[in-house]
């Protein structure tokens, strides 16, 4: 189980830690939005000092190589899992001014599906590694349902307000 490499990762700091070492944790984006490091702060951070440095988070630097405002105005931004169940995503979506989709992977069929049947695939935008080196855009109905990979997100830009 992924919480028992947690566990372990966490243990495996504390040594480092007790033993009066200084100890850095890097992570892609921001550690508190949906980072792997967050997993270890629950469960040293009670016991230890730490500070937190924030990054730069997935979806703004996505939505900075897309050139793509999030939320105009009044709107507001749902930030939802791809791994939801469809009905959950269906739901969510539909409510939705604007949305950023995260943790495609292999949910990146069902996603798609989602978008389109509420007719949002026309305004969805979809890269993969953004910022990394390796980056891809691709239009929405060209991506290979199988190859998204885990650093890919969809996001659907809010209504353009003009004002």
């Not at 979806?59 to 931004?77: E, F």
């Not at 349902?145 to 996001?155: A, D, G, K, N, Q």
């Amino acid at each position: 189980m992924i919480s028992d490499f947690y566990d372990a990762a966490g243990e495996e700091l504390a040594a480092h830690l007790d033993a009066g070492r200084d100890v850095a944790v890097i992570c892609e984006g921001d550690p508190f939005f949906y980072g792997s490091y967050m997993y270890l702060h629950d469960r040293l951070a009670e016991r230890y000092e730490a500070e937190v440095v924030p990054g730069v988070c997935s979806m703004l630097g996505g939505a900075s190589v897309l050139g793509a405002p999030l939320v105009y105005r009044n709107q507001s931004l749902s930030v939802l899992s791809g791994v939801l169940p469809q009905e959950d995503l269906k739901r969510r979506l539909a409510d939705a001014d604007a949305a950023v989709i995260m943790k495609l992977g292999r949910n990146f069929p069902k996603v798609r599906q989602v978008l389109e049947e509420l007719g949002l695939a026309g305004r969805a935008l979809y890269v993969e590694r953004a910022t990394m080196a390796n980056q891809k855009i691709v239009p929405l109905d060209q991506v290979e349902p199988m190859s998204s990979p885990y650093f890919s997100l969809i996001i659907v830009p809010g209504e353009r307000w003009q004002g």
